[in-house]
């Protein structure tokens, strides 16, 4: 997360926290480092920015030294992902979350760094298993090293991040491991896909809430424990990072047929392409079976060849222009409004407005 193409970014350097001591490289990170808009709240004080940016120095300086190897190859492929940059966005709510507590207990920073060494581990299995060819702008490990290669250190960066979060304690250590169990269910049951009694929707909405929700959802409930909150704040970070989670994916599949590229990132009809059952493409399915003879014709460009530039812009068009990809930004955003919903017991303050700016920023993909 130092630096993002998206110039859309604030700057959140200011001045280093009071009393902070940062030895040079991380006072160089923190210093070069910008905050998503979701987050410009948190960018803009003066005090909170700082704070945050600091810490989120320290988390990149011991990301790098948690995935660091003697052995060449394993700290190669280890550094591959790391190295390509990233949003942070997990170890972000951790930070912001301990902020509701005591944030300057060093149990957070190693937090910070559990959840988005456990983020990176999944990257390396998810792209093997789509067969994806890049990943932040980079070839994928499978691609560089092959598959075997890139899962064996998803498996190493996993094991780095058990060691990390079982210093920190058994509570910590049941979070991650129900959390682990979730992202593998996740993973197992989009793979096998849903079962003939069971709603393609419904089963499509699990799966994230498993493979990104679960892990959001851990990131704030983290923060709030190291920072010694109470346990009913704990609680709403934990419903609050499920929700955005889920949001955060739903926005996703949405950018994926409607060619909003430049904020994200993503080439439009990559998943039609990989033939990923994203929401909008379940719904344009669910209003063919149901007699929609344009929904009919959708999936029948959806459903037939993609390899060409031309064939998939012309899917992407039907796809994006269809009601039903409508009705999934719709969905998104319920998802969204409820996560801020759950915002609603904890006291005002520039920690929750952030919070909630980065719930609506979700879905406007300004993140």
């Known amino acids: 997360m130092t630096e993002s193409a998206n ?137 560089v090293w092959g598959n075997s290669v890139a899962i064996l250190t998803g498996d190493l960066i996993f094991a780095r991040a058990s060691i990390l979060v079982s210093e920190l304690g058994g509570r910590a250590l049941g979070i991650q491991a129900r959390t682990f169990e979730r992202l593998c269910l996740g993973q197992l049951h989009e793979t096998v896909g849903p079962r003939e009694d069971e709603d393609p929707v419904e089963h499509y909405l699990s799966v994230i809430a498993d493979k990104t929700g679960s892990l959001v959802a851990a990131s704030g409930q983290l923060g709030a424990l190291f920072g010694q909150a109470s346990q009913s704040v704990i609680d709403v970070m934990l419903s609050y990072g499920e929700k955005v989670g889920v949001a955060f994916q739903l926005a996703d599949d949405v950018i994926d047929v409607t060619g909003v590229k430049v904020t994200s990132g993503k080439s439009p009809g990559t998943d039609l392409r990989e033939g990923v059952p994203t929401l909008p493409i379940l719904l344009i399915r669910q209003a063919a079976a149901a007699g929609d003879a344009s929904a009919a014709n959708v999936v029948d460009l959806v459903d037939g060849d993609l390899t060409s530039d031309e064939s998939l812009a012309t899917a992407v068009a039907a796809v994006s222009t269809h009601p039903a990809t409508q009705d999934a930004w719709k969905v998104a955003q319920q998802w969204a409004d409820d996560a801020v919903a759950a915002l609603e017991p904890l006291p005002e303050s520039i920690v929750k407005q952030a919070l909630t700016a980065f719930a609506q920023a979700v879905v406007t993909r300004d993140v």
Do not use: N
């Not at 700057?11 to 979701?38: K, V």
């Open 7 to 143: 110039p859309g970014w604030t700057r959140a350097g200011h001045s280093l926290s009071d009393g902070a001591e940062l030895d040079t490289a991380t006072g160089a990170i923190a210093t070069g480092l910008r905050l998503p808009p979701g987050f410009a709240l948190i960018a803009e004080d003066p005090h909170l920015g700082p704070a945050v940016t600091t810490c989120l120095a320290k988390v990149e300086k011991q990301l790098r030294e948690a995935i660091a190897s003697s052995d060449p190859l394993a700290d190669a492929t280890s550094r591959h992902l790391v190295e390509a940059g990233g949003k942070r966005i997990r170890p972000l709510l951790t930070i912001l979350a301990s902020h509701l507590g005591d944030a300057s207990r060093p149990e957070v920073v190693q937090a910070a760094v559990v959840v988005e060494l456990t983020h990176l581990a999944t990257l390396y299995h998810d792209d093997v298993m789509d067969s994806a060819p890049y990943r932040r702008g980079a070839p994928t490990a499978h691609e």
